[in-house]
T-cell receptor, first 117, second 114 residues
Framework: AQTVTQSQPEMSVQEAETVTLSCTYD???????LFWYKQPPSRQMILVIR??????QNATENRFSVNFQKAAKSFSLKISDSQLGDAAMYFC??????????????FGKGTKLSVKP | DGGITQSPKYLFRKEGQNVTLSCEQN?????MYWYRQDPGQGLRLIYY???????QKGDIAEGYSVSREKKESFPLTVTSAQKNPTAFYLC?????????????FGSGTRLTVV
């Protein structure tokens, strides 16, 4: 079965600095999708960025970018110029096409990011 | 504005009672999902529905039931058989089950059983 691992339960970054959140996953599929979701204190889940496994180019969305290493099954999120509003729980998620996930999103346990002014 | 509405935001129930959580969407999405969120556990899939009048069990379906009589609605019933029902529940939807752009989430319901 596919699994998603976020090894950092908590992270902290200084405002305006850069932080990287780690995510690894386990799968035997070659075609899949990866996502980062943000959950602020309001608890509303917000899609931050997505990556298609067949694309080698790393996805970017403004201050958010990913480092996708398919062979290593690694999908880290880099937040540049961190802002106070970036403080939240961040979840990494995997969606494959077959097997145990049956096309559903599988989530990691999350990383709580704090931003210091 | 289109979106997903979960109600109520907070729900309190006595142990042994069944309770139903509401989830309504006006996005015209075919697929809908229920997740349970516990501290340090991430999101775990309870049930999902790819189309009206059809639904499938997720990873932790025991003690829960759902229905999908309308495209817009996917209510979740937490039954007395659920051993530890106190949690935060999130409903989500997507255009199709294989839709690749991720899910749209509601704002959640916090259920506390006393």
């Amino acid at each position: 079965a596919q699994t998603v691992t976020q090894s950092q339960p908590e992270m902290s970054v200084q405002e305006a600095e850069t932080v990287t959140l780690s995510c690894t996953y386990d799968t035997s599929e070659s075609d899949y999708y990866l996502f980062w979701y943000k959950q602020p204190p309001s608890r509303q889940m917000i899609l931050v960025i997505r990556q298609e496994a067949y694309k080698q180019q790393n996805a970017t969305e403004n201050r958010f970018s990913v480092n996708f290493q398919k062979a290593a099954k690694s999908f880290s999120l880099k937040i540049s110029d961190s802002q106070l509003g970036d403080a939240a729980m961040y979840f990494c998620a995997y969606r494959g096409n077959y097997g145990g996930s049956q096309g559903n999103l599988i989530f990691g346990k999350g990383t709580k990011l704090s931003v210091k002014p | 504005d289109g979106g997903i509405t979960q109600s109520p935001k907070y729900l309190f129930r006595k142990e042994g009672q069944n309770v139903t959580l509401s989830c309504e969407q006006n996005l015209n999405h075919d697929a809908m999902y229920w997740y349970r969120q516990d501290p340090g556990q991430g999101l775990r899939l309870i049930y999902y529905s790819q189309i009206v009048n059809d639904f499938q069990k997720g990873d932790i379906a025991e003690g829960y039931s759902v229905s999908r009589e309308k495209k817009e609605s996917f209510p979740l019933t937490v039954t007395s058989a659920q051993k530890n029902p106190t949690a935060f529940y999130l409903c989500a939807s997507s255009i199709g089950h294989q839709e690749v752009y991720g899910y749209t989430f509601g704002s959640g319901t916090r259920l506390t059983v006393v």
